[in-house]
T-cell receptor, first 113, second 111 residues
Framework: GESVGLHLPTLSVQEGDNSIINCAYS??????FIWYKQESGKGPQFIID?????DKRQGQRVTVLLNKTVKHLSLQIAATQPGDSAVYFC????????????FGKGTTLSVSS | DTGVSQNPRHKITKRGQNVTFRCDPI?????LYWYRQTLGQGPEFLTY????????KSRLLSDRFSAERPKGSFSTLEIQRTEQGDSAMYLC?????????FGPGTRLTVL
């Protein structure tokens, strides 16, 4: 079936480093993508989103890149902090008419001091 | 706190019992979603309401599951005759546009 997946289940970085979390999607018709952060015992928290007509979008310390040619999405976190430790999910809306998000399996980011 | 709230946060029940969860969305959001999340996995869509109308149901939503949103505000999710495989985190989300905002979830454990 069509799904959003993440390349690495875990990523360990040092505090202050930049982190890059990757995601591959299979549906070329997907129109909208969101990155969520989920801390243990909590619901997913919105980080940043991007539409398919954009290649890049920046937020506070985060940047999302979209490469539609290879159907790849990435989340870059600058100057990673211990508070960034969490599971990160990318999610897609597969078409404009649908509204349910399709999530990948997630990448666990561990930040050590 | 004006975010999505869910109650209870934890529920332990015996197999065969019925359980009901409640979700209170962000007040101006007209869309409400239910997802299920098992350990190590991303959330999986269950069902979606726009105002009081249930517009979409996943095939994951067996006939033991029912969801309501009677006045277009809060929603309930009921699971009848619970099975051990129902053990999961049940997440509620609401939206006005495309971005869905999630609640803290209800963790269900079926013994």
């Amino acid at each position: 079936g069509e799904s959003v997946g993440l390349h690495l289940p875990t990523l360990s970085v040092q505090e202050g480093d930049n982190s890059i979390i990757n995601c591959a999607y299979s549906n070329s018709a997907s129109d909208y993508f969101i990155w969520y952060k989920q801390e243990s015992g909590k619901g997913p928290q919105f980080i940043i989103d991007i539409r398919s007509n954009m290649d890049k979008r920046q937020g506070q310390r985060v940047t999302v890149l979209l490469n539609k040619t290879v159907k790849h999405l990435s989340l870059q976190i600058a100057a990673t902090q211990p508070g960034d430790s969490a599971v990160y999910f990318c999610a897609e809306i597969p078409n404009q008419a649908g509204t349910a998000l399709i999530f990948g399996k997630g990448t666990t980011l561990s930040v050590s001091s | 706190d004006t975010g999505v709230s869910q109650n209870p946060r934890h529920k332990i029940t015996k197999r065969g019992q019925n359980v009901t969860f409640r979700c209170d969305p962000i007040s101006e959001h007209n869309r409400l979603y239910w997802y299920r999340q098992t350990l190590g996995q991303g959330p999986e869509f269950l069902t979606y309401f726009q105002n009081e109308a249930q517009l979409e149901k996943s095939r994951l939503l067996s006939d033991r599951f029912s969801a309501e949103r009677p006045k277009g505000s809060f929603s309930t999710l009921e699971i009848q005759r619970t099975e051990q495989g129902d053990s999961a985190m049940y997440l509620c989300a609401s939206s006005f546009g495309l971005v869905e905002f999630f609640g803290p979830g209800t963790r269900l454990t079926v013994l």
